[in-house]
Every structure is written in structure tokens, then in C-alpha cells.
């Protein structure tokens, strides 16, 4: 399987997820990526012992010799990096397995990847997203693919990427164990507002779409500047703003020909990516 795989290796988007209102739900996979491969790590790539998460990941769908990574996710910045070397890692266990190179590989074993990159993340909203692509709902172990119509596909994912890292374990940590049922209502309907946005292609559906009270005002305060870049960034057109996963990424979701204005207005404290959706999610290349 080795020598079919000289050539080739597994793709895998980045995410944002929660997208404000939708927590541990909503996630949207990005064109930055993560690949992996078979055998001895390219010059660019990072041969993975067996402490990292992709490495472990491999080798719990059976994945067996050498692999390397190749990865321009940043860590622990709230882009879904260790989701995307779990189930890119393990997609390339289950292509090595079935000795074919090819995406529909990954597909037929999607439920297989993605049960174990949530056991191993201990939750599914980024694999999901990561695996499958585009914006996905992640219910009950299932995954729900959220239509996008043309506008949506066409816009631009602004992210402020502040230079320090969070770790999701301790901002969890931040999270209270209950939820008032006002606050719980106002979730539910702002994420359905979310959905509505892409499924009939509406941006002007957004606006609000990812106000949130769940997680943002006990993670925001964490990172300096995030909430300044949040309110400056929906100010200078932005459809939307939210915290990246638990940060200390923010993300805007934006008309592309905006992108460079709520570009200027960010916080200099942070650099800034202007990325995509990713629509096709986890495959193989060459």
C-alpha cells in the first residue's frame, strides 16, 4: 500500500466551529489544510511519533508504519487543528487498509472516522465539518449537511488570530454546568436563524445569526482584544462575527469584496487569514 500511496496523501480542511449560537453543533470546515501521507515525511512535512494526536488516531483505525504530516492549521488556535489531524490521520488508516487511493475510501468509511475523532476530541462539531466539508450540523453522532447556495459559497471567512494559544480542555473549564432557559431559548433561535441564512441563501438572515450566550462571554474575556475585534469586525460590515471554536481565533463571515475593510479595523495584536469554505471536506490527492 506504501508504493500505491508515493504519490498521494489525505487532505483535510480546517473549521471554525459553534458559529456563535450553535455550540457543539454548528462548525464550518476552511481552506487551510492538514495532510498525511505514507512512509518517510517530504522535506515540508513532519514525520509523526506516537504521542501526536494524528499518529494515535492512525493507528486506532489500524494504521500501521510511517506517516507524516504536512499542516498550515495553527494549534490551539481555536481552527480545529487536532480535529483535522485525528480524522485526516485516520482517513489515511482507512485508505491504507482498503490498498485503494481514492476518496470514496474515506466515504464509505466516514462513520468509522468520524466515531472515532469524536471519542478522541470528545466532541464531533470540527470532525464533523473536517470530514464531510462545507457547514454541518453534528447530532447525535450523525451529520447533518446545511445546504449553500451560491452567495454563501462565494464569500469570505475573515480570521483574527491573536498570538497566543487556548487550550479547549481549560476554557471548558470556564463554562458554568447549567444554562438559564431564556438563555437556552435565545440559542436555539439564533442558531435556526444561522441555518435559515445559508439554506435559502440569505445574508441579510445572519445579522444577529451568531449572538450567543452560552459560551462567548465567559471565553471572550480570555483573549485580549477578541472582543474588540469582534465588535469591530461585524462594524465594518461583517454579516456575522463569533469566537472561533473556544478562540482565540474570531471569524467574520463576510461579502469577499469586504474582506480587506474589516481586515483594516482588526485589533494589531492578532494577524489575519482570509479563507473560504471548504465544500469538498476530507479526500485523497496527488
Known amino acids: 500500500m506504501t508504493d500505491t500511496m508515493t504519490d498521494a496523501f489525505v487532505r483535510t480542511p480546517a473549521s471554525s466551529a459553534n458559529l456563535g449560537a450553535g455550540f457543539d453543533v454548528l462548525a464550518m470546515a476552511l481552506d487551510v489544510y492538514a495532510d498525511?501521507?505514507?512512509?518517510?515525511?517530504?522535506?515540508?512535512?513532519?514525520?509523526?511519533?506516537?504521542?501526536?494526536?494524528?499518529?494515535?488516531?492512525?493507528?486506532a483505525l489500524g494504521g500501521t508504519g510511517p506517516m507524516w504530516m504536512r499542516c498550515n492549521i495553527p494549534m490551539a488556535r481555536g481552527l480545529g487543528f487536532s480535529g483535522a489531524a485525528r480524522v485526516g490521520a485516520a482517513s489515511l488508516a482507512a485508505v491504507q487498509a482498503a490498498?485503494?487511493?481514492?476518496?470514496?475510501?474515506?466515504?464509505?468509511?466516514?462513520?468509522?472516522?468520524?466515531?472515532?475523532?469524536?471519542?478522541?476530541?470528545?466532541?464531533?462539531?470540527?470532525?464533523?465539518?473536517?470530514?464531510?466539508?462545507?457547514?454541518?450540523?453534528?447530532?447525535?453522532?450523525?451529520?447533518?449537511?446545511?445546504?449553500i447556495g451560491p452567495t454563501m459559497a462565494a464569500a469570505s471567512f475573515v480570521a483574527w488570530i491573536p498570538e497566543v494559544t487556548t487550550s479547549t480542555d481549560a476554557s471548558r473549564k470556564t463554562l458554568g454546568p447549567d444554562v438559564a432557559r431564556s438563555d437556552a431559548v435565545f440559542n436555539i433561535g439564533?442558531?435556526?436563524?444561522?441555518?435559515?441564512?445559508?439554506?435559502?441563501?440569505?445574508?441579510?438572515?445572519?445579522?444577529?445569526?451568531?449572538?450567543?450566550?452560552?459560551?462567548?462571554?465567559?471565553?471572550?474575556?480570555?483573549v485580549p482584544g477578541a472582543a474588540d475585534a469582534l465588535e469591530a469586525g461585524v462594524g465594518a460590515g461583517a454579516w456575522a462575527g463569533w469566537l472561533s471554536g473556544s478562540g482565540p481565533t474570531v471569524g467574520f463571515f463576510c461579502a469577499a469584496d469586504l474582506a480587506g475593510a474589516i481586515e483594516s479595523v482588526l485589533p494589531s495584536n492578532g494577524h489575519v487569514k482570509v479563507l473560504s469554505i471548504d465544500a469538498r471536506g476530507t479526500r485523497v490527492e496527488s
Open 36 to 59: 498525511c501521507g505514507l512512509g518517510t515525511a517530504p522535506p515540508d512535512s513532519q514525520q509523526l511519533d506516537e504521542h501526536h494526536p494524528g499518529r494515535l488516531a492512525f493507528e
Open 99 to 147: 490498498g485503494t487511493p481514492c476518496t470514496q475510501t474515506i466515504t464509505d468509511a466516514a462513520d468509522r472516522i468520524l466515531s472515532l475523532a469524536t471519542d478522541l476530541e470528545g466532541h464531533g462539531d470540527n470532525a464533523a465539518a473536517s470530514l464531510h466539508g462545507g457547514v454541518t450540523a453534528y447530532i447525535d453522532g450523525k451529520v447533518v449537511a446545511i445546504d
Open 190 to 222: 439564533r442558531s435556526i436563524q444561522f441555518v435559515a441564512a445559508f439554506q435559502q441563501d440569505d445574508p441579510s438572515l445572519l445579522v444577529g445569526a451568531a449572538d450567543d450566550r452560552m459560551h462567548q462571554q465567559h471565553r471572550l474575556p480570555l
